[in-house]
């Protein structure tokens, strides 16, 4: 155990928004943090980021590999975390995958790996973070969604449907902890620079930058930022789903 620190964990933090909360969490340390931060598929990149992080004067780093689609995997990792820094504080579930394409032309290990990813995850990590949280009379919990979400996209349907359940989760959960003066909100994010855009051609990037008022992407460090100052405060503020994407949709 560690002294009186709160404990984050960010899931799907070895790249990305993850990546960018993580070390937002880890240099604003005016209030000092546990950052744990976990991958399954990006081992490499976990460990630079966690070096990177290990590396910041103050900060404290915990990185674990799991799949946060399964519970057992999710349950392994919770109680390493207890074992290092106790129960966590702050839970932001940012593990998510994105597929482009017709519905009729995915299989349906596709849409089930999707599912099983991006809103799955957020149940099994918010069912093993909440009753500690419950215990303590004190969290705040924060889901990466996406304006598709609320919209729906053609071609991305059921990353559409993965969101539109994080988003009713999110705003269900909320009435359910709100007694225990514990925060549930989602960011729903619009076009941001990370490399699940990568797959974009030229053409593509300039077509939906053109669409976007704010005439430009988002950046990981400003979902990091917005982030963090929910989870530092607004304790009023729970059942949100939060549109961060320059005016798009």
């Known amino acids: 155990m560690t002294d009186d620190r709160k404990t984050v964990l960010i899931t799907g933090s070895g790249r990305g928004i993850g990546r960018a909360a993580a070390l937002y969490f880890a240099k604003h340390n005016t209030q000092p943090w546990n950052v744990v931060i976990n991958s399954c598929h990006n081992k490499t990149q976990l460990e630079e980021t ?3 992080i290990s590396s910041i004067p103050g900060a404290n780093c915990l990185a674990i590999a799991a799949d946060v689609g399964d519970y057992s995997q999710c349950s392994r ?4 975390i207890r074992q290092s820094y106790g129960s966590v504080d702050v839970l932001i579930n940012n593990a998510g995958v994105a597929h482009i394409g017709l519905f009729t032309d995915m299989e349906p290990e596709q849409w089930q790996e999707m599912l099983r990813t991006n809103l799955l995850s957020v149940l099994n990590c918010c069912h093993l973070a909440v009753p500690d949280m419950v215990r303590k009379k004190s969290g705040k919990i924060l889901n990466i969604s ?3 979400g609320n919209a729906g996209a053609s071609c991305e349907a059921v990353y559409s449907a993965s969101k539109g359940g ?3 989760f999110t705003k269900a959960l909320a009435k359910e902890l709100a007694p225990s003066h514990i925060q549930v909100n989602a960011i729903a994010c619009g076009m941001i620079d990370t490399e699940m855009n990568r797959c974009l051609s030229p053409e593509d990037y300039q077509a939906i930058i053109d669409e976007i008022p704010a005439c430009r992407m ?3 460090e400003e979902v990091a930022a917005l982030a963090y100052d929910l989870a530092t405060g607004h304790d009023y503020l729970t059942g949100q789903i939060i549109t961060l994407d320059g005016g798009w949709i």
Do not use: D, K, L
């Not at 990792?77 to 390493?80: A, I, L, N, P, R």
């Open 77 to 80: 990792m919770f109680h390493e």
């Open 50 to 52: 966690a070096h990177e």
């Open 146 to 148: 996406s304006v598709w």
């Open 166 to 168: 994080i988003n009713a």
């Open 218 to 220: 988002g950046t990981p």
